[in-house]
């Protein structure tokens, strides 16, 4: 091959390196690693500038098919045509030359250590993708080419990368381009198609053995007319020759290079408690290969779950709190993971989100079931209750309905009173949380006749009246040595005790006057007997 001139500052400054890409997808590396041919070199005629080799055709094609790529290497020729016009072909280079480069990034055709400190090329450019042609100089000077070929000592050091870099590498291995007709004695055409055979052997053998190769038949399958057709001289294709050989790369890339799913940010979503919430999955993924349907979706909650989360038919998720009446915020990652080509090669993207339930307010309940039927000139009493699961609301009740001898003691939830007839008593009771009002309604039915006061069932003791106002009486049984008459208010509290002789007194007077209306409970213990009941005081 023609000898290369490199003058590295020149090419710095011609071929700038472009990072700004349109297409959302991350760039897939792609590392053209051989030597003349890789370089763009034709027939002597061209500028290193001009030497756009297939790489810039090759560029356009993928373009076109909506992949973003960017190319790699520490060498840049053709930036005539394009900015992205680094590779790793070195004119003149052979398979040990590239193994040797890959080692430490030393190029041992022109003696020139390129990455200095020494240090692992492929380290250097972490590629994707390597388009390995090499093998045309071999067959040009080595008498045992095939015996001594180091092309599997280059796939070794590829692999031994992506195991150091935990980084998947698909090397595109080509069966060299042959040479320009007339093939005559000693031209290496022979040669070439023996070094393309044994290449494709030892390839296929890798492959069986889960090696990430695909084989690129560039002497046969690219189409080339050996001859000024699409041959620049003996050994380098012109314009129409890299065209074609550009179309082989790319026809392979597509068929066999899995990209990842791209997903757009998907925003965070939010909804009512007690509701739900649809977040239609297709509209934040695209991938090249795969169409929305061939797009498989994972959902995991990070942390304790809060929700349930499901996916219909058309990749929508649906999401409902555990508990309806939850409200806050789960965080959620989406993965999405694409067939990958040849079943292989699959690959998935992953993006996190934040769900929030907001709270609603939820109306407050009555707990308590009243009493409904009551005999007339009896004590009612109702202590009813409700509850609010909303955190802060204060409920505040109300009597909104009730007969004249119904009366709502303060803030006790406490309804008493004395029917003096019979008949049927609606009472409406409201609560309020500060935003919805709830109504218990119920009636009371009255029934009759009765006496004006019923001693409580087995005492031995009468008190009177009943409900009493300033004062009542305890009617003491004879025969008692010693009654301990205690009464409480409706939370419990002692409010008033006295112990009286039975053998002195035949009735006691007590001052009720200074004592809240309202139902009080009231205990007497006579001697091993204890007796309880219930006294309304009312004004």
């Known amino acids: ?205 890798r492959v069986t053995n889960g090696d990430k190769l695909v084989i690129v038949d560039m002497e046969n399958d690219a189409s080339f007319v050996y001859d000024a057709t699409d041959m620049a001289d003996l050994l380098h294709p012109n314009a129409a020759g890299y065209l074609k050989m550009a179309n082989l790369w790319k026809s392979l890339i597509t068929a066999n290079y899995n990209t990842a799913p791209v997903i757009a940010a998907i925003p965070d979503q939010g909804f009512n408690e007690g509701e739900s919430g649809v977040l239609a999955l297709d509209n934040y993924v695209t991938d090249i290969e795969d169409t929305d349907q061939n797009i498989t979706w994972s959902i995991e909650q990070i942390g304790t779950p809060k929700l349930t989360i499901a996916l219909d038919a058309n990749r929508q998720a649906i999401f409902e709190p555990l508990d309806s009446e939850w409200s806050g915020t789960q965080k959620v990652a989406f993965k999405a993971t694409d067939k990958g080509k040849n079943n292989k090669y699959i690959k998935s993207a992953t993006d996190t989100i934040i769900i929030t339930v907001y709270p609603v307010n939820d109306a407050p309940v009555f707990t308590s079931s009243p009493i409904l039927t009551i005999d007339k000139e009896h004590l009612y009493t109702y202590t009813f209750s409700a509850i609010d699961i909303d955190p802060g609301d204060i409920l505040q009740y109300s009597l909104l309905e009730k007969p004249s001898w119904l009366t709502l003691y303060g803030d006790s939830r406490l309804l008493a009173g004395i029917p003096i007839q019979q008949g049927n008593y609606p009472v409406t009771l409201s609560v309020y949380d500060g935003h919805i009002n709830i109504d218990q309604t119920f009636t009371i039915k009255v029934l009759g006749p009765s006496p004006v006061f019923e001693t409580e069932a087995g005492s031995p003791l009468n008190i009177y009246p009943n409900p009493a106002s300033d004062h009542f009486t305890i009617m003491l049984p004879k025969n008692a040595d010693k009654i301990d008459f205690m009464l409480y208010d409706f939370i419990g509290k002692l409010v008033l005790k006295r112990s009286i002789c039975a053998d002195c007194e035949s009735s006691i007077d007590i001052q009720c006057g200074n004592l809240m209306p309202g139902v009080y409970s009231y205990m007497i213990i006579l001697e091993k007997e204890t007796y309880v009941g219930k006294l309304l005081i009312k004004r």
């Open 1 to 205: 091959m023609k000898n290369c001139i490199r003058n590295i500052l020149i090419l710095i400054l011609l071929c700038p390196i472009v990072s700004i890409f349109v297409n959302s997808q991350s760039p897939i590396r792609i590392m053209p690693l051989g030597n003349s041919i890789t370089q763009g070199y034709t027939d002597g005629t061209i500028t290193v500038a001009q030497m756009k080799g297939y790489r810039y055709d090759l560029k356009q094609l993928l373009l076109g098919s909506g992949y973003s790529i960017d190319f790699v290497g520490s060498e840049s020729s053709g930036n005539t045509y394009f900015a992205d016009c680094q590779h790793a072909g070195i004119g003149g280079s052979r398979d040990q030359y590239v193994a040797r480069l890959l080692i430490d990034g030393y190029d041992q055709r022109w003696g020139v250590q390129i990455l200095n400190p020494p240090r692992p090329y492929l380290d250097e450019f972490n590629p994707d993708i390597i388009l390995l042609h090499i093998g045309t100089n071999d067959c040009t000077h080595e008498t045992d080419v095939i015996t001594n070929q180091k092309v599997s000592y280059i796939l070794d050091l590829i692999d031994q990368y992506e195991a150091r870099a935990n980084h998947e590498v698909i090397v595109f291995l080509a069966l060299i381009v042959n040479r320009q007709k007339p093939w005559v004695a000693g031209s290496g055409a022979a040669t070439t198609t023996a070094f393309n055979n044994a290449i494709r052997t030892m390839a296929q053998s």
